[in-house]
């Protein structure tokens, strides 16, 4: 049945849903105008399919970056971040799931933390089953940036881009969506002025070095660790692309889901 739809990974940064410089702060207005403009082309495109997920924001970030947790944990008082990272994790998911279920969207909540297992971060196991006959439903999984207990570090943070790798292996995607509020990748970040438009694989290492991290904390890496991590998932997926653009103006998330390159398009 899947086979017959498109399958698109759409992620909501974290910089995107929450104030990312002011610690556990949810942008709830912002929240709800995305979860309409994804009601919105729900409604008039039944054959889509949708994978959404979403960042940690200035909350798991805040709480990570606290206790190291994304490199690994051993000791009873990183256990007990891990935890808090947990928590915090989970407080931003029920904001984003309160703002879908408000838009009249049929969501259902899928925390890393309580399935997933990683070795250095790569996910080796995880029950796929429950997303699929979700998927079937017709019903919107929602996946986000959470703690998982790791093989080789103890315990690490899983990205939600982390998370896509490990779905695309068994629900290969037409398109990854990256929203957040950076316009693209640019060539010259931070000054900003130099917006790539799209990256084959064969031209990153080109523009390589120009590519910065993030202006606000971030555990997981920033934009080149982004950049890096779609060009990967491009060369193991024929036919996937990839785009990076800015969600902060209404009507933006809309155009990508609807195809148009909006920001920066990564291809093969």
Known sequence: MLMTHELIFLKLGGSLITDKDTPYTPRLDKLADLALEIKTVLDSTPDLLLILGHGSGSFGHTAAKKHGTRDG??????WHGFAEVRFQAAELNRYVMEALIH???AALPFSPS???????RKVTSHNIEPIRKALEAKLLPVVHGDVAFDEALGGTILSTEDVFAFLAEHFPPTR??????EAGVWEDFPARTRLVKQIQLSDYEKMRAGIGGSASTDVTGGMKAKVEEMLALIQKNKGLT?????AEESGYLSR???GENVGTLLME
């Open 73 to 78: 944990v051993k000791t009873s008082a990183q």
């Open 103 to 105: 838009a009249g969207i």
């Open 114 to 120: 309580a399935a997933m297992v990683s070795n250095h």
């Open 176 to 181: 990854i969506l990256l929203a957040g509020i």
């Open 242 to 246: 990839t785009q990076i653009f800015s």
């Open 256 to 258: 990508a889901l609807k």
